[in-house]
């Protein structure tokens, strides 16, 4: 997981915290592909009738659970090596919202690679579009992987969280909101953990004016 030293964090109380918060959020994302997995292995050994559908199941339940753990490992873990727009998408197909959210890379510079500190960031704020678009929609990254890359939410509803800005311009704010979590609320802990790998990385986010008024403001992230 994340040090917390790389986050800007000093006391031990506060690294626990953060892998307290990381842990129930982990748990509560891989608990349903889990959960239809065991049920799935269930049937097929209480009912050999369907057997077949049952192992069919699971088995693309196992590969939605591979995905999201090299997902995880890339984002949440350490630093990956620079990794090709091709690996890069391929490690997408385990964001938790994959169904209902698609990530469009049409407008993203080809050719190109992500260095170690843009992929962490990027992945990360990958999960938070997806959990800022309740229904649906497409997430549009552009830009050049050797520079600035923007990323728009386009789909009904789509919103950053509401501190989200605030938390990008200020690392101090984005731990404050991170302090004030209990376990119960590690849902919202993407949005300020996004704002700290930004910060720890040395990679500037803000946001762009968005073309619409009824459209979140595209981010865009500069090394």
Not at 195 to 216: C, K, Q, S, T, V
Request: net charge neutral.
């Amino acid at each position: 997981m994340l040090t917390a030293i790389r986050l800007g964090i000093q006391g031990v109380n506060d690294r626990l915290r953060l892998a307290e918060l990381l842990t129930y959020r982990l748990c509560h994302d891989i608990s349903g592909p889990v959960g239809t997995l065991m049920g799935a292995l269930g049937m097929a050994r209480e009912n050999p009738g369907s057997a077949g559908e049952a192992l069919g199941l699971a088995g693309d339940v196992a590969v939605s659970l591979g995905q999201r753990v090299h997902l995880v490992r890339a984002a949440w873990g350490a630093a990956v090596s620079t990794v090709s727009v091709v690996a890069f998408a391929a490690l997408c197909e385990g964001l938790p919202q994959a169904r209902r959210v698609k990530v469009s890379f049409e407008d993203l510079r080809p050719g190109g690679a992500l260095c170690p500190e843009m992929t962490r960031l990027l992945l990360n704020v990958l999960i938070l579009a997806g959990e800022s678009m309740p229904r649906g929609g497409v997430v549009i990254v552009a830009g050049d992987t050797s520079g600035a890359i923007t990323v728009r939410l386009v789909g009904v509803g789509a919103a950053w969280p509401a501190d989200f800005a605030g938390w990008l311009a200020d690392a101090s704010r984005a731990w404050a909101a991170v302090e004030g979590m209990t376990p119960e609320m590690a849902r919202g802990l993407q949005g300020p953990l996004t704002a700290l790998i930004g910060h720890a990385g040395g990679i500037r986010m803000g946001f762009l004016m968005a073309r619409a008024a009824e459209e979140a403001p595209p981010l865009i992230l500069t090394p």
